[in-house]
């Protein structure tokens, strides 16, 4: 099994010592080797396997143990008998198979809520920013056994494959939300509308503090002339401006809607010229 390991040459052996006090510094190299997914020969000794990127690791992490006021011996072994190579590997896979069904177990937790969520059309941003917390937290969990998973142990297909269904079933609930929500990134023409009247609608969520600042920035864009929507650069406000309200309050929501209208610069000339007095 150990073939399928790219780069492979061998065995790293870790051996160290550090001071009983602080305890944080004992508590912080079992961590880190924890992350590297090492396999417990006996107290304080693990094993790995001998790859580049890992003796780099080793290195920096042979100076913080030392640093911490400990010692520490990295021994390379090129091979191992038969028997005691099998039982390495089993161990490294047996770890990363505990480690593979906590993946799982929160895919499947994820899903589940979900799938209550749907059913109970609870389709609310509070809930579509939870998910994607916990979808986040899960990805990580699954990228940090991944790594370590030096010997693919079986379980990491399926664990890929609930992560994937989890990402799945996501989008399809984030779509629901901003679907109900009335979201879109852009609206084709209207039917009926003439081709030479430029329409462009975005609708987006925006904090009160972020709203106003982008209130402020549309302003100043049409007052300059530097508003651009889809890479067309919108004509500056003219002396006069129509504008339109509405307010609507239902139940759910509230909505204020204001419209903006101007006439552009070819417009206004056209009028002025209209509006001179001949002779």
Known sequence: MREQLKDFQGWLIIIYRVPSLPSTSRVTIWKRIKELGGFLLQQSVYIFPNLPALRETFNVLKEQIQHLGGEC?????????????????????????????????????????????????????????????????????????????????????????????????????????????????????????????????????????????????????????????????VSPLSAQVVTEWNYRENRDKNSFELKITWANSASEIKEKKRQQPVG
């Open 73 to 233: 011996k990295i021994l390379e072994i090129a091979s191992l008998d038969e028997g005691q190579e099998k039982e390495v590997i089993a161990g490294f896979n047996s770890n990363r198979e505990e480690e593979y069904t906590e993946v799982v177990k929160a895919c499947r937790e994820l899903l589940q809520e979900i799938d209550e969520e749907s059913k109970t059309e609870d389709f609310h941003f509070a809930d579509l920013e939870e998910n994607e917390k916990h979808l986040q937290r899960v990805r990580e969990l699954l990228e940090n056994v991944t790594k370590r998973d030096y010997f693919q142990a079986d379980s990491r297909h399926k664990a890929a494959a609930m992560f994937s269904e989890c990402v799945e079933k996501f989008g399809a609930f984030s779509q629901e939300v901003y679907l109900r929500a009335g979201i879109v990134s852009e609206e084709k023409k209207s039917p009926g509308v003439s081709d030479s009247t430029a329409r462009e609608s975005q609708q987006q969520v925006y904090s009160r503090k972020e709203l106003l600042t982008k209130l402020r920035e549309i302003t100043r864009g049409l007052d300059r002339g530097t508003l651009e929507v889809s890479g067309k650069r």
